[in-house]
Nanobody
Framework: QVQLVESGGGLVQAGGSLRLSCAAS????????MGWFRQAPGKEREFVAA???????IYADSVKGRFTISRDSAKSTVYLQMNTLKPEDTAVYYC?????????????????WGQGTQVTVSS
């Protein structure tokens, strides 16, 4: 049974940092494209970052240079290091897995989702 469990969210002041974790089970993450998405109240779910089997990654323009996605296959965990956080980064952050090695920016192209973790950045 595939399961994704996010953790690491919380309340932080603007300019601060958080590291989100996504623990995966039921599949081998190195064979999947793994992504992070976020959804703010009243807004659609949006792409944040993704990493593919080779370790290469892509980012949304809004987080490029501030966020870093990484993967520890031995621990079956994907991370999102978030630095220089801004109030507009406030959202529920979701981890997702795509049953292909090629990543995508589209939520509909991901097969499995975690329950989400809240990130709140105060000004």
């Amino acid at each position: 049974q595939v399961q994704l469990v996010e953790s690491g969210g919380g309340l932080v002041q603007a300019g601060g940092s958080l590291r989100l974790s996504c623990a995966a089970s039921g599949f081998t993450i190195s064979r999947y494209a793994m992504g992070w998405f976020r959804q703010a109240p009243g807004k659609e779910r949006e792409f944040v970052a993704a990493i593919r089997w080779s370790g290469t990654s892509i980012y949304a323009d809004s987080v490029k240079g501030r966020f870093t996605i990484s993967r520890d296959s031995a621990k079956s965990t994907v991370y999102l290091q978030m630095n220089t956080l801004k109030p507009e980064d406030t959202a529920v952050y979701y981890c997702a897995a795509r049953g292909q090695t090629v990543f995508s920016r589209r939520p509909a192209e991901y097969d499995y989702w975690g329950q989400g973790t809240q990130v709140t950045v105060s000004s």
